[in-house]
């Protein structure tokens, strides 16, 4: 059976070998054949994971029958992740197993049968998570004048634009116009522009 092994180690753990050796000898201690080892570095910061990208490249090519990994946990970045990366598998008819922990998807393994079904119930119990927080991201967009979800920063501010103007006619600065109308300097400026009332600062 071609077998890939998959590790996602630490630059900082000790364990990086004993994991990678304990995979290697698991397979070998069935006969199995040893495809490939894929591999990522674990980082708070970096999302991408090219070792994991190409593992799945490669199993859409059918390079492989197996994936061996040491935990789940080393596979997907979330619980979401690793349910729809080892339903991907399961989909091109790849066995996937956590071998620290005694998962397998081979069908004539009914207790990892039932614990892979469990844990897609809590992954799709996330998924709803995530689009009820969409969801009330929309509405409080939409509450402060914006039409997305995305991230709004703070709230626009309304001031009174014939103010502006006023206080401009009066003598006042731009900068002292922004401290009385509690706005920035920007924003008096292009409120200005409109009006061509636009001059050098004065302080």
Not at 25 to 54: F, H, I, N
Request: with cysteine; net charge positive; proline share 1%.
């Amino acid at each position: 059976m071609k077998t890939a092994i998959y590790a996602r180690v630490s630059t900082t753990d000790q364990t990086n070998a004993i994991q990678v050796r304990e995979l290697k000898e698991y397979v070998e201690r069935r006969g199995w054949e040893l495809e490939g080892t894929y591999q990522d570095q674990m980082s708070g910061a970096k999302v991408s994971r090219p070792g994991l990208d190409q593992l799945m490249a490669d199993a859409r090519r059918r390079k492989f029958d197996v994936v061996v990994v040491w935990k789940l946990d080393r596979f997907g970045r979330s619980l979401v992740h690793c349910v729809s990366g080892i339903q991907e598998l399961a989909g091109l008819g790849i066995r996937f197993i956590a071998t620290s922990q005694g998962l397998d998807t081979d069908e004539s393994n009914p207790a990892s049968k039932l614990l892979m079904h469990i844990l897609a119930a809590v992954a799709q119990f996330e998924r709803e998570l995530i689009r009820e927080r969409v969801s009330a991201g929309m509405k409080a967009a939409k509450a402060h004048g914006t039409k997305t979800g995305n991230a709004i920063g703070r709230p626009r501010r309304i001031f009174n634009r014939d103010e502006v103007v006023r206080l401009r006619e009066s003598g006042l600065s731009i900068e002292k116009i922004a401290l009385q109308v509690h706005i920035g300097v920007g924003t008096v400026v292009r409120v200005l522009q409109t009006v061509g009332k636009v001059q050098d600062h004065v302080a």
